[in-house]
């Protein structure tokens, strides 16, 4: 199966704490990767993580509060001081661009490479990214300032050829891509091979859905609808419902209901309030209504 998996960077809310660092997360698409949010401490974590700077293509920020997008100043300019050549984009609410471009003419007036911006509409749900390997979407989410989400979907893979027919039909290397596309085999003879007896099923499709900062919004739930991997925001738990409503942020238990609803695989949580002196009450929380619940922890690795 082809790489498909998130590592977390920061999960926590908008203060850093000896725990918990604000919102950025890697994922991997067969070895493309992408940003998604970019908060402080972001470089320090791509070094733990070993991830390399140059490797990352773009990033998708999914609103301009600081504890989601602080950090990408400090990375652009790392990438340059890294002599980077290729070009490095930028998905974002339009005003990132208009904010971030004095900082990056007084600091970096000699970029070693181009940075493309591209303004999204965070009120709708776009296509915005697309290659051989994944598209990605937008998702509107409800929060206090105009905030998507990113819908990472990977594309169809090819069909699986069966070794044992390879050797027994005698199929040279050059026409084994062909198979796995769907072509039948014509053998020396002039006898015609389906492809179904020669392949097995590509692997399943697989998709990530990433939802920041959000109130509780079931219309939400349809537009991930059989999602492999949902990372959904869970602020609070219900007992502080109150203070998730006036912020427009979501509990634990929201979370789960979304999770449930949407009929997602599997649910990963973060973005966790100070409040709280355990994370182990917000697992508690979702897992009572949606147990594929996983909490999110910085420098976690996982599939998709």
């Not at 504890?67 to 490095?88: E, I, N, Q, V, W």
Request: proline share 5%; hydrophobic share 35%; with cysteine.
């Amino acid at each position: 199966m082809n790489k498909f998996d998130v590592t977390i960077l920061g999960c926590g809310c908008a203060v850093p704490t000896n725990d918990h660092l604000p919102s950025a997360q890697v994922v991997d698409v067969r070895g493309k990767l992408f940003l998604v949010d970019c908060a402080e401490g972001t470089q320090l974590q791509l070094r733990r993580n070993r991830i390399p700077f140059h490797n990352i293509s773009a990033v998708f920020i999914s609103h301009l509060h600081g504890d989601h997008c602080y950090g990408l100043m400090g990375l652009l300019a790392t990438f340059s001081l890294l002599d980077r050549t290729k070009p490095f984009h930028v998905y974002a609410h339009p005003d990132l661009e208009r904010i971030l471009k004095p900082q990056l003419d007084y600091y970096c007036r000699d970029l070693s490479y181009e940075i493309h911006f591209h303004a999204i509409d965070t009120s709708a749900e776009n296509l915005i990214y697309e290659d051989r390997s994944v598209e990605i979407r937008t998702l509107p989410l409800c929060h206090s300032v105009p905030c998507c989400g990113f819908l990472f979907t990977e594309k169809q893979g090819l069909r699986h050829i069966r070794r044992d027919m390879i050797d027994f039909y005698g199929i040279p290397h050059y026409d084994i891509n062909s198979i796995k596309e769907g072509a039948d085999w014509v053998t020396p003879e002039g006898e015609v091979v389906a492809n179904e007896r020669l392949t097995t099923p590509p692997d399943p499709v697989r998709s990530y859905a990433y939802c920041s900062d959000t109130a509780y919004d079931e219309s939400l739930a349809m537009r991930i609808k059989g999602t492999t991997l949902l990372y959904h925001e869970a602020t609070y738990c219900e007992d502080l419902l109150p203070k998730a409503q006036k912020y427009k942020h979501s509990t634990a238990a929201q979370a789960a209901k979304i999770a449930q609803l949407a009929g997602v695989g599997r649910l990963l949580i973060g973005h966790y309030s100070k409040c709280y002196t355990s994370d182990d009450v917000f697992l508690k929380e979702a897992q009572g209504i949606f147990p594929e619940t996983i909490l999110a922890k910085e420098n976690m690795r996982i599939e998709v």
